[in-house]
């Protein structure tokens, strides 16, 4: 059974970066897309980036783009997600996700697998 953990969030202030990565155990992890996706309190989860299995085709929401990077290293069954600029209004909780039908897609019903989420504020 596949698991995904995030990990590398954190308290920081407008304008500074963090580093989001995404743990996954098992073998589907280099064959699948993956997504980030994030929800802040009393909003939907939205889309934030995804990146097909082998790394050259990735997708971005308009909000984060050119702020925001998702990369992945299959070998360490793991992805990433580099977010600099960062702004008070990307404060939420952000969750990994993963596609096995690698549909690099924006629509959270499309990722059958979810990590925990970690917990991003950026104050202002």
């Known amino acids: 059974q596949v698991e995904l953990v995030e990990s590398g969030g954190g308290l920081v202030q407008a304008g500074d970066s963090l580093r989001l990565s995404c743990a996954a155990s098992?073998?589907?992890?280099?064959?699948?897309?993956m997504g980030w996706f994030r929800q802040a309190p009393g909003k939907e989860r939205e889309f934030v980036a995804a990146?097909?299995?082998?790394?050259?085709?990735?997708n971005y929401a308009d909000s984060v783009k050119g702020r925001f990077t998702i990369s992945r290293d299959n070998a360490k069954r793991t992805v990433f997600l580099q977010m600099n600029s960062l702004k008070p209004e990307d404060t939420a909780v952000y969750f990994c996700?993963?596609?096995?039908?690698?549909?690099?897609?924006?629509?959270?019903?499309?990722?059958?697998?979810w990590g925990q989420g970690t917990q991003v504020t950026v104050s202002a």
């Open positions: 990146i097909t299995w082998n790394g050259r085709i990735s």
């Open positions: 996700a993963m596609d096995p039908g690698n549909r690099l897609s924006f629509r959270p019903n499309d990722y059958n697998i």
């Open positions: 098992g073998r589907t992890f280099a064959l699948s897309t």
